[in-house]
């Protein structure tokens, strides 16, 4: 069963600290994406992967920055979180268009 | 940039109705159309694509496809209370970078 994991599930965290959001995939899938969730405003983009060390910017980058040193793992680095940084973050890869998304991992930002 | 817009924001239908959910996007060069469901607390699954215009059924679901008119819906036959979440409507661009526009969604709630 194709699976993609996030760790971990529920994280909380005061302004300015360091975060470190960390995704996995089974499948072998070369491109992997971040997203953001918040109410009313869908799936934003922040960075997508289309293999290792091979990384571009999404919609939403600023504040963010990631990590990719094997196929299977893609990492989300918050440097100084901040309060605006609050949401629900997903993980995803895809394969022939279609995108499989991770269990998703809520972060709270104090 | 791809812009992606949702139609109604929520719906409410009672259980056994046919519901319709719109789709407009802005690139027409785009080449890949779905629709993804999302529970409640849940993460978002795919639940149907399209690649080319027409329409596709599956069970009771049906996405139709007009690239002319810049416009994708989804319509679920006999809409059933586990129907009940967000829908979140996706294009490609035509540039073909593996990115995806999601529209902001529409709330569906079935009641019995």
């Known amino acids: 069963d194709m699976k993609v994991t996030q760790m971990p599930r529920y994280l909380i965290k005061r302004m300015g600290e360091n975060v470190l959001l960390e995704c996995g995939q089974d499948m072998s899938h070369e491109t992997m994406y971040w997203y953001r969730q918040d109410p009313g405003l869908g799936l934003q983009l922040i960075y997508i992967?289309?293999?290792?060390?091979?990384?571009s910017e999404g919609d939403i980058p600023k504040g963010y920055r990631v990590s990719r040193k094997k196929r299977e793992h893609f990492s989300l680095i918050l440097d100084s979180a901040k309060t605006n940084q609050t949401s629900v973050y997903f993980c995803?890869?895809?394969?022939?268009?279609?995108?499989?998304f991770g269990p998703g991992t809520r972060l709270t930002v104090l | 940039q791809q812009k992606v817009q949702q139609s109604p924001e929520s719906l409410i239908v009672p259980e056994g109705a046919m519901t319709s959910l719109n789709c407009t996007f802005s690139?027409?060069?785009?080449?890949?159309f779905a629709w993804y469901r999302q529970h409640s607390g849940k993460a978002p699954k795919a639940l149907m694509s399209?690649?080319?215009?027409g329409e596709k059924e599956e069970g009771r679901f049906t996405i139709h496809l007009n690239k002319a008119s810049l416009h994708f819906s989804l319509h679920i036959r006999d809409s059933q209370p586990s129907d009940s979440a967000l829908y979140l409507c996706?294009?490609?661009?035509?540039?073909?970078?593996?990115?995806?526009?999601f529209g902001h969604g529409t709330i569906l709630r079935v009641h019995p």
């Open positions: 399209i690649f080319s215009n």
């Open positions: 996706a294009t490609n661009t035509g540039a073909n970078t593996g990115k995806l526009t």
């Open positions: 690139d027409s060069a785009s080449q890949y």
């Open positions: 992967s289309y293999d290792v060390d091979s990384n």
């Open positions: 995803a890869s895809s394969s022939q268009g279609e995108q499989y």
